[in-house]
């Protein structure tokens, strides 16, 4: 009895001391976070490589968005989107046709394909409450056998990518306010870089500079035209059940947000037509038709002929005078098919397809 009554009463010392070292290690860990906030951003230019690095600042924004109670228009795509659209040609134009403000941002993946854009659109942009998504696609990113390619396997081991693919929605909102709050785990993986000499500090394998501060890469250049892209990974297209579920599970997402989310399909070199078959066109317009989804579509023949030659980086890539005219007739196409004004400059070369009514 003696025994019994003695070890019950060191039992509250013994949690206390539990509690105590508990507490301890939080407030370390809080201290640590705190630090390496102040501490990286003062020997580093880079941001958290959560993602490809190259698409980390349109992420950022989109967050800090969200945090302002600002309701952006989101253009989100593969590297054909990041390079297509720049936010600040978007914005003003829009302010200078309107007279209003408006707030845009790109949010695009590079390697993005379908089963990427639905679990981003779904996971990531949905729920930071835009005003409207813009989904530039092309052929490449939907194609069945993309859906399970190294782009897809490299998006999934970033850790932003991870989270947003996890099937428990309790872990993948904790994972998501830790990336999104806490420095030791956003810079977790440039820490474990520099450290084992992986990496230095910045090199990022392009200059920073090209990435503006909405997510926009702007690339001047005109590389080459060289075929092979196209011949290998555009045709020949082909379709199935479980790509096409991809669009409806994206369209009921969009739906269940009450957030209109719009098909723009991009804008291809008019050489690529060499190498892609009116059959191939055929199959992936229907696929667009089929999703159920709004479509703008910027890839016709007298789009291509407008933008020219000079507007292509690749056979599939716009540089940055292609985005610059790109991005200012999406907004002419905006100000009239999203806000109702009487179109000005509204481009004659796209084609429009709206959804079917229920």
């Known amino acids: 009895m003696r025994r019994l009554f003695i070890s019950n009463s060191n039992q509250p010392h013994g949690l206390r001391a539990v509690i105590v070292t508990l507490l301890a290690l939080v407030l370390v860990i809080v201290v640590v976070d705190r630090a390496v906030g102040v501490i990286v951003p003062r020997i580093a230019m880079e941001p958290p490589f959560i993602l490809r690095q190259q698409n980390v600042p ?10 302002a109670g600002v309701a952006p228009v989101v253009f989100t795509g593969s590297s054909q989107g990041h390079m297509a659209f720049s936010p600040h040609v978007f914005n003003d134009r829009v302010a200078a046709l309107t007279g209003h403000a408006i707030q845009s941002v790109n949010v695009s993946v590079w390697g993005s394909v379908t089963t990427i854009q639905r679990d981003l659109i779904r996971n990531l942009l949905l729920p930071t409450h835009p005003k409207i998504i813009l989904y530039a696609i092309e052929m490449r990113a939907a194609l069945p056998a993309a859906q399970h390619g190294l782009a897809v396997d490299d998006f999934r081991n970033k850790p932003l990518g991870y989270a947003l693919t996890v099937s428990s929605p309790i872990e993948r909102n904790v994972l998501l306010w830790l990336l999104r709050h806490s420095n030791l785990v956003s810079y977790r993986d440039n820490l474990r870089d520099w450290l084992t000499g992986t990496r230095a500090i910045d090199d990022v394998g392009y200059s920073m500079s ?23 990974q555009f045709v020949p297209f082909t379709m199935d059940d479980a790509t096409r579920q991809l669009f409806v599970d994206i369209k009921t997402s969009c739906d269940q947000a009450s ?16 190498y892609i078959s009116a059959g191939d066109e055929a199959v992936y317009q229907a696929t667009l038709h089929g999703s159920g989804l709004a479509i703008w579509d910027f890839n016709t023949k007298e789009c291509r002929a407008a933008l020219g030659d000079a507007s292509f ?17 999406v907004a002419d196409v905006y100000i009239h098919r999203q806000m109702g004004q009487p179109a000005v400059g509204d481009p004659s070369c796209a084609q429009f397809s709206d959804p079917p009514t229920e």
């Open 58 to 67: 349109g992420v950022e924004r989109l967050w800090a968005f969200e945090d």
């Open 210 to 232: 090209v990435v503006d501060d909405l997510g926009y890469f702007r690339d001047p250049t005109i590389y080459n035209r060289d075929p092979t892209v196209i011949q290998t």
């Open 259 to 274: 957030v209109p989310c719009i098909l723009l399909n991009l804008p291809l070199h008019e050489q690529s037509y060499q």
């Open 313 to 329: 980086f690749n056979l599939n890539h716009l540089n940055a005078s292609g985005a610059e005219k790109l991005s200012a007739w």
